[in-house]
């Protein structure tokens, strides 16, 4: 073979490769500038993602430690679209892109999390509050601090808790809602998200009774059968170490058992017992009188 052709087939090597290089360019330059801003974002930025995928695999401490981290990262990412878009034309389209279920299916997207294939209740619920959390971050950052390195929450006293109650001794009712004026910054459980996002949200009322709360007054009897129920689920997934036991079990959970066993344990819960032993309603159906023992059954 000689030298010439050496080098033709050399140089039609070298271009075949070039092509193949230009086209993949091409292709990856076209993948780029299809992206969104949300996209874009992640695609730059590892710490949403790896977060999101210690949440996914660990679900004893998500609540607590990565809820605030993933948080701040939603609060990054929603920030960067707004100004990658402050300059375009404001649609319905564009303007949806920023809602709790498109910035959700991103997250999830984001580790290959499928809802309907591998349930996940900690970590959807984890999820949920921290875009939460992160938009009401965007709309109002003087009311919010988030303590990454910590992982604390801290709010505006009169944001959380809009109404103090406070006992009227010796007076009928024994209680009044008086509004919270404080600006102080408190720190949070994660349950208070979902308060406050329902309030602005226009879900609940800041001081009124919701449907929600008349329903449960009205169910105590349902709602004591399903504690009982899932109280006795998570001691079995607890005893065979289940992971499930996880989906059922986190620090506002704990905090909730924690205030019944203290219950359960106090005189009132005694008092209750035996109110409920002792008496009985009257035939006239609104009173109370003391039920009489002596008589038998027949």
């Known amino acids: ?79 960067f679209h707004l100004n990658s878009t402050k300059n375009q034309v404001k649609t319905d389209k ?16 984001l580790v290959g999390y499928k809802a309907k294939e591998e349930k996940n209740g900690a970590f959807e619920t ?45 007076q009928k009712g024994g209680t009044k809602k008086v509004p919270n004026q404080s600006n102080e910054l408190v720190e949070i459980n994660t349950g208070v998200i979902d308060t406050v996002h329902k309030i602005r949200s226009g879900k609940i009322s800041k001081g009124g009774s919701t449907k929600d709360t008349k329903v449960i007054a009205n169910n105590f009897k349902a709602i004591s059968k399903a504690f009982f129920v899932n109280f006795d689920r998570a001691i079995s997934y607890a005893n065979k170490r289940k992971p499930e036991f996880f989906d059922m079990v986190d620090e506002e959970v704990w905090q909730n058992l924690s205030n019944a066993f203290t219950l359960f344990n ?24 003391k039920k009489d023992k002596s008589k038998k059954i027949a």
Not at 35 to 57: C, G, H, M, Q, V
Not at 94 to 109: D, Q
């Open 94 to 109: 564009s303007k949806s892109v920023i809602n709790e279920k498109a910035i959700r299916e991103h997250l999830y997207n």
């Open 126 to 170: 984890v999820v949920y509050r921290a875009i939460n959390l992160g938009k009401m971050k965007v709309d109002t950052p003087d009311q919010i601090e988030i303590d990454e390195k910590n992982s604390k929450i801290f709010m505006v006293s009169k944001v959380a808790t809009p109404f103090i109650i406070e006992k009227l001794i010796g």
């Open 1 to 79: 073979m000689s030298f010439l052709m050496i080098n033709l087939k050399i140089y039609k090597y070298k271009l075949v490769n070039l092509n193949k290089v230009n086209m993949s360019n091409d292709k990856n330059e076209t993948v780029k500038n299809s992206l969104t801003p949300f996209e874009i974002f992640t695609d730059k930025n590892a710490n949403l993602k790896r977060y999101l995928s210690l949440a996914l695999k660990n679900t004893r401490e998500i609540m607590k430690v990565l809820l605030p981290k993933i948080a701040v990262e939603v609060e990054k990412m929603i920030n």
């Open 266 to 289: 106090s005189k009132a819960y005694q008092d209750m017992r035996n109110f409920s032993e002792d008496y009985e309603v009257s035939i006239n159906g609104t009173d109370v009188i």
